[in-house]
T-cell receptor
């Protein structure tokens, strides 16, 4: 089974801090994604990556950046955390760049609170 | 505009009964796919089932089946013989094959009563 591991389950940070959310997948998937999930707003795509060192903006990239130096690892960076970035963050991966029916495999999520 | 709607914020079902979770979508494209995911309270989103717009038969995976009605633009998830472990949030998602863009419904919370 594919395993997507997010480094932290819960995280509490202060406003203005730089925050790193780490995600690792163990099945050699090409595609990796970062979503945030908020009540009433559903899942919203922040950034995604189809290959090492490649990144594409999703629907809500403002205030975030990403890094993919190795195929298995996709990091989400909050350059200067703000309270409106308090949310559940979900990392996901999928197998093939051109395969539209490859399901996403998700990690357990990181619940980030910014105070 | 492309949109996915899950009209039932919450549902209850008795253990061992079947339940249908609704999902309707709005698109003018002919090529798309529909996914259903389950999110238990632990937080992990779990893929359940996929249906392509050109698939002639409804998708099935164990106790999950997808009631796909293309003309009505609906892709309802049917769970047969509900179990207590089925209590979770369920999300419908749609992917446009041309753009690979994926959008999500807001989810339905299912509670299975013993």
């Amino acid at each position: 089974d594919v395993k997507v591991t997010q480094s932290s389950r819960y995280l509490v940070k202060r406003t203005g801090e730089k925050v790193f959310l780490e995600c690792v997948q163990d099945m050699d998937h090409e595609n990796m994604f970062w979503y945030r999930q908020d009540p009433g707003l559903g899942l919203r795509l922040i950034y995604f990556s189809y290959d090492v060192k490649m990144k594409e903006k999703g629907d809500i990239p403002e205030g975030y950046s990403v890094s993919r130096e190795k195929k298995e690892r996709f990091s989400l960076i909050l350059e200067s955390a703000s309270t409106n970035q308090t949310s559940m963050y979900l990392c996901a991966s999928s197998l093939l760049q051109d395969s539209y029916n490859s399901p996403l495999h998700f990690g357990n999520g990181t619940r980030l609170t910014v105070t | 505009a492309q949109k996915i709607t899950q009209t039932q914020p919450g549902m209850f079902v008795q253990e061992k009964e079947a339940v249908t979770l609704d999902c309707t979508y709005d698109t003018s494209d002919q090529s798309y796919g529909l996914f259903w995911y389950k999110q238990p309270s632990s937080g992990e989103m779990i893929f359940l089932i996929y249906q392509g717009s050109y698939d002639e038969q409804n998708a099935t995976e164990g106790r999950y089946s997808l009631n796909f009605q293309k003309a009505r633009k609906s892709a309802n998830l049917v769970i047969s013989a509900s179990q207590l472990g089925d209590s979770a949030m369920y999300f419908c998602a749609m992917i446009w094959i041309r753009t690979r863009k994926l959008i999500w419904g807001l989810g339905t919370s299912l509670a299975v009563n013993p």
